[in-house]
Nanobody
């Protein structure tokens, strides 16, 4: 199983970015039932959960509620994170994580930099 995150970049405050996490090596049924998450890690800080998606629910960190949206495309086996109204505090390396079949997989990080 491999996860490839992309979509990071540099934007000004108030801007938007859409992150993608393309997976391979996961069959459709496992992907559909899996738990998907986006995490971030700012310099000098611990990695934290930003958004999580299961087959029945979504959860967001309070600081991103109303601004970020996690979604997935089962056919493409890809997870997304739409980030709007970005703030300098959102600057971090963003990681995708998938839990399927009792295993956890992480993608490589993608850097998001928000300038004021």
């Amino acid at each position: 199983v491999q996860l490839q995150a992309s979509g990071g970049g540099s934007v000004q405050a108030g801007g938007s970015l859409k992150l993608s996490c393309a997976t391979s090596g996961i069959i459709w049924s496992s992907f559909s039932a899996g738990r998907m998450g986006w995490y971030r890690q700012a310099p000098g800080q611990q990695r934290e959960l930003v958004a999580e998606l299961t087959s029945s629910s979504t959860n967001y960190q309070d600081s991103v509620k109303g601004r970020f949206t996690i979604s997935k495309n089962n056919a493409k086996r890809t997870v997304y994170l739409q980030m709007n109204s970005l703030e300098p505090e959102d600057t971090a390396v963003y990681y995708c994580k998938i839990d399927v079949n009792s295993r956890t997989y992480w993608g490589q990080g993608t850097l998001v930099t928000v300038s004021s």
